[in-house]
């Protein structure tokens, strides 16, 4: 079975100070994927980034850094730089291969993250 | 191009009613999923199809709970009858194939009173 285990239920931190949060995740399989989403206060769902488990390396875009490190299973998230924008809750995911393609997500509790101006 | 819609945003409803939700897909989404997610909690996974056939279905809670994909684009998720705990957000997503990135929906806010 698998698990995402995000540890940081809540985080605040005032606007243009960096960010860090955690993502833990447990598989058996070899194939898989793990992903963020963001969700703002509307409750949209909405997709920041996907990695394979073959491609460990760290990706940045703009303000936003992922750190994916399969030797202790976490995929961090790092905002630089925050903004009040930012605030949302935010969910790392994870996806494994089954017979014909990925299955579902299995998402962690997510981490609401709240940036004071 | 045009995102994964749902309808309707909001229900209220009394226990022992039944329920029925909307889903539109991208366009050409093979993929399509219904996810819940309770307030506070991270989306759980009830049901994927591929195309018009079922891949998973093993959380959907299937003495109450039903779905359907007709003709492979739309899909209804219905509740029959509802409880006091179906109260939570349904989100619906679609992707191109298995392997590819999920796309989430507006979702369906329920109440059960």
């Known amino acids: 079975a698998q698990k995402v285990t995000q540890a940081q239920t809540e985080i605040s931190v005032v606007e243009k100070e960096d960010v860090t949060l955690d993502c833990v995740y447990e598989?058996?399989?070899?194939?898989?994927?793990l992903f963020w989403y963001k969700q703002p206060p509307s409750g949209e769902l909405v997709f920041l980034i996907r990695?394979?488990?073959?491609?460990?390396q760290n990706e940045i875009s703009g303000r936003y850094s992922w750190n994916f490190q399969k030797s202790t299973s976490s995929f961090n998230f790092t905002i630089t730089a925050s903004q009040v924008v930012d605030s949302a809750v935010y969910f790392c995911?994870?996806?494994?291969?089954?017979?014909?393609?990925?299955?579902?997500?299995?998402f962690g509790k997510g981490t609401h993250l709240i940036i004071q101006p | 191009e045009a995102g994964v819609a749902q309808s309707p945003r909001y229900k209220i409803i009394e226990k022992r009613q039944s329920v029925a939700f909307w889903c539109n897909p991208i366009?050409?989404?093979?993929?399509l999923y219904w996810y819940q997610q309770i307030l506070g909690q991270g989306p759980k996974l009830l049901i994927q199809?591929?195309?018009?056939?079922?891949?998973?279905d093993s959380q959907l809670p299937k003495d109450r709970f039903s779905a359907e994909r007709l003709k492979g684009v739309d899909s209804t998720l219905k509740i029959q009858p509802a409880k006091l705990e179906d109260s939570a957000v349904y989100l619906c997503?679609?992707?191109?194939?298995?392997?590819?990135?999920?796309?989430f929906g507006p979702g369906t806010r329920l109440l059960v009173l």
């Open positions: 997503a679609s992707s191109l194939g298995r392997w590819e990135t999920q796309y």
């Open positions: 598989t058996r399989d070899t194939t898989y994927y």
């Open positions: 990695r394979n488990s073959f491609d460990e």
């Open positions: 995911a994870l996806s494994v291969g089954s017979g014909g393609g990925a299955d579902g997500l299995t």
């Open positions: 366009s050409g989404h093979a993929t």
């Open positions: 199809f591929q195309n018009n056939g079922v891949v998973d």
